[in-house]
């Protein structure tokens, strides 16, 4: 069993930036692709952004590309987002997840994180 925990979230203004972080309780992290989703108010769930084993393969959503960077930290079992040029539109919760496939479909996630709140205004 995996459980992630993120953490980071907040509120922030137009134009700026958050990094969020994604703690897993697991020494097979490196296991694990892991993901980024996000969920606006009335919103099917969002694919941000995953990398693969050891950092190698990443990818991201269109409306984050050029905005958005993930990493990961394989000796402390973390996920990062570092999040900039923020706007409005990018208002949700965000959410880690793990998964043994490297792809941007949630159905192919099994652990999830609980979330983390991003609110920016404009």
């Known amino acids: 069993q995996v459980q992630l925990v993120e953490s980071g979230g907040g509120l922030v203004q137009a134009g700026g930036s958050l990094r969020l972080s994604c703690a897993a309780n697991?020494?097979?992290?490196?296991?694990?692709?892991m993901g980024w989703f996000r969920q606006a108010p009335g919103k099917e769930r969002e694919f941000v952004s995953v990398i693969g084993w050891g950092g190698g393969s990443i990818y991201y959503g269109d409306s984050v590309k050029g905005r958005f960077t993930i990493s990961r930290d394989d000796a402390k079992n973390t996920l990062y987002l570092q999040m900039n040029s923020l706007s409005p539109e990018d208002t949700a919760v965000y959410y880690c997840?793990?998964?043994?496939?490297?792809?941007?479909?949630?159905?192919?996630?099994?652990?999830w994180g609980q979330g983390t709140q991003v609110t920016v205004s404009s």
């Open positions: 997840a793990a998964s043994r496939a490297l792809s941007p479909l949630s159905v192919h996630y099994d652990y």
């Open positions: 697991t020494n097979t992290f490196t296991n694990y692709a």
